[in-house]
């Protein structure tokens, strides 16, 4: 219940970030993509309670401030959950080089499942136009903001109210 709050409040903050501050950060094609991050973070934990409500909660928080049709989002983050999740025990995402290839991997596999979805949904061919366009940029641009969300990611996921609250300074015998 913990790590669902956690990201919750993540999810927010991220989808918050994302659609005011850093929205046109570097124009209308790339854009910040924590959202991501945090999937990939929940995926590669070994501590797995309560991962899949926590991508539901992120995906539909992706969902509500979209102009997508609803679900989209969560069964994209749902399908990059997966996908990490498979082949996990096979890789290592600890090196940086396997982190930014796999980061790349997994924006890759999210852009081309919700642009495919769009396409089928709305059945215009310029989605595949905007696919070719922005995917692969956008997953060299995941997999660089990878190289460092991952980490803080993970550290935010293990935060306890104990690890908060307790005093850092000197303790008085």
Known sequence: MRRIWLFLVYGIFAVVIESTCL??????VIHFDFILMAVIALAIAEDQRGAIA??????????????APFGLAIFSSLVVYGFIRMIVAKIT??????????????????KVITLLLLFVWSGNVNVIEVLVKIAGPQA???AIVGLFMIPAVRWYDGLTWE????PKGLVFK
């Open 23 to 28: 929205s046109n950060f570097f124009g209308t």
């Open 54 to 67: 926590s991508v539901v909660i992120l995906g539909a928080l992706l969902d509500i401030t979209s102009s």
């Open 93 to 110: 995402i600890e090196i940086w080089v396997a982190r930014f290839v796999w980061v790349g991997l997994a924006s890759l596999l999210n």
């Open 140 to 142: 060299v641009f995941d």
């Open 163 to 166: 690890k908060l609250s307790r």
